[in-house]
């Protein structure tokens, strides 16, 4: 009986562990584009009536997604948020009260849930002068590289461990007394 026990908890740590690494988190990728699925555009022609919003999801559980679209960082034009699970692609029409949009600067938010996923700013008509500023690129933060650390070394190493305690288990179990 005593045996058991190290066995048992062995193969749950193992399990455990395989679950946590198997795991897949949602993911929602988003663009827009002028046909339901069209290619990714940020640029729309003068009197254009439709902008699709087209969302791609993976591993969603009763995730709500909403779709907002402002002109320029103004009033909401046009919001619709929908529940998906699962894994797919939706494509939403965004439209106006006017039928069309006029020529302008707008922004899409996407949120899951409350938190805001992905921001597209666009333009319809003809679009306006900017100068490019560079940015400079930022460094990971500890946070992220001690993750990528645990992620890649401390994971696996600790599997090797529990599948080695689960062999050694076993055979002090199966191994006859004397």
Known sequence: MKRLVPITI???????????????????????????DG???????SGTTVVYAILDYANMVEEPI?????????AIL???TQTYTGS?????????????FPDGRYVT??????YLARTIIWDVGEPPVVQSVAK??????????????????VLPAVAIV??????WAVRRVLTPRR
């Open 66 to 74: 909403t779709v907002r679209v402002y002109p320029d960082y103004y």
């Open 78 to 80: 046009f919001e619709q």
């Open 136 to 153: 400079p690129t930022p460094t990971p933060s500890a946070i992220v590289r001690t993750y990528d650390q645990v992620k890649g070394f």
């Open 39 to 45: 290619p990714a555009m940020t640029q729309f022609p």
């Open 10 to 36: 062995a193969l749950f740590l193992t399990i455990l562990l395989a679950s946590i690494g198997m795991a897949q988190e949602p993911r929602l990728d988003a663009r827009l584009s002028d046909a339901p």
């Open 109 to 114: 938010n996407f949120y899951r849930g409350e």
């Open 88 to 100: 797919g692609t939706e494509s939403v029409a965004t439209t106006t009260s006017e039928g069309y």
């Open 162 to 167: 529990l599948i080695l305690l689960v062999a």
